[in-house]
C-alpha cells in the first residue's frame, strides 16, 4: 500500500490481509460498514493461533490499533485520582486508586490480565471477556509471546504443561498504552468458595506485586481477577484484594508509586470503595 493511510484505509487493507491469512475464511464477504468491517477484523485476530504475521501487516495493524486507543481515549496516571482525594482514611491513600473504565486505556507500567491456563488469550470471536479485549488492543505480537514463553516452559516441564493459577507471566504491551501486561490465572470456583481458593485469590495479588518490583514497575492497574466467569464473589474478592494489597505495601513501602483497582461494574466500584474508606 501507500504511504499515509487513512483509518479506514487501514481497516480495509487488515479485514482482507488477515482473511488471507486465515486460509479458511479467504473467500468470507466483507461488510460494507465500518462496525461490521471492525468486529469481522477483531474475530479474525481471536481466532489466529500464535504464529509470524507478514512485516508489512504488523505494521499496518500496529498504525490501526494505536490510532483506535487514541479514539477511545488514553488515560494517564495523574488522570487517575488516588483515594485520597476523596478524603479516604486508609494507610496507603496516596497509593491507591479505584477507577472504573476500559482498562485498555490505561497509560501505566502494567495492567493485569485474567488469563486462562493455556496462556494464550481468548480464542472466542468478539468475547468480552479482559483477555479478549488485551490481547485485542494489545495486537497479534502478544500471542504470538505468550506461546513463545509457554512453548519454552513446555521444554522444560513437558508437553502437557499448563500456567498454574497464581503463577504470573509478563509479557510487552505492545499496542497497549501500558508499557507490560502481567497475564495471571486466577483461581475458579467450581461449587463452593473454599479457604483455599480464597489463598490462591490473594497470591495472585502478591505475586503480581512481587513481580512489579522485581522487574521495577512502579504502577499497576488490577483487573477483578476471578470474578464474572470464573465465578468468586465480587464482594469477597474485593475484600481480599484491598487485604493483600494493604499487607504487601506494609513490607515493601516506597516500592508502588500506583496500585490502580480497575473495575468495569458498578457494583465493583461500590465494593472497592466500601472497602477503602
Known sequence: MRG????EERLEYLVEAFKEDSGEYRHLQTP???EGRRRLLRSLMNIRMPREMDPA????QDEYLQERIRENGIVTLPEIPAIADRGSAH???EHISVWQGDITRLAVDAVVNAANSQMLGCFVPMHTCI???IQTFAGIQMRAECGRQMNRLRMRYGREYEQPTAVPMLTD???LPAKKVIHIVGPIVQHHLTQELEEDLAACYRNTLDMCAENGLKS?????ISTGVFRFPNKRAAKIAVKTVTDWLNTHPDTME???FNVFKDEDREYYEQELQ
Request: charge should be positive; hydrophobic fraction near 40%.
Open 4 to 7: 499515509k493511510r487513512t483509518q
Open 220 to 224: 499497576v492497574a488490577f483487573c477483578c
Open 173 to 175: 504491551g505492545y499496542n
Open 258 to 260: 500506583r496500585v490502580i
Open 32 to 34: 460494507a460498514d465500518t
Open 131 to 133: 483477555d479478549n479485549c
Open 57 to 60: 501487516v504488523l505494521q499496518v
Open 91 to 93: 494507610p496507603f491513600a
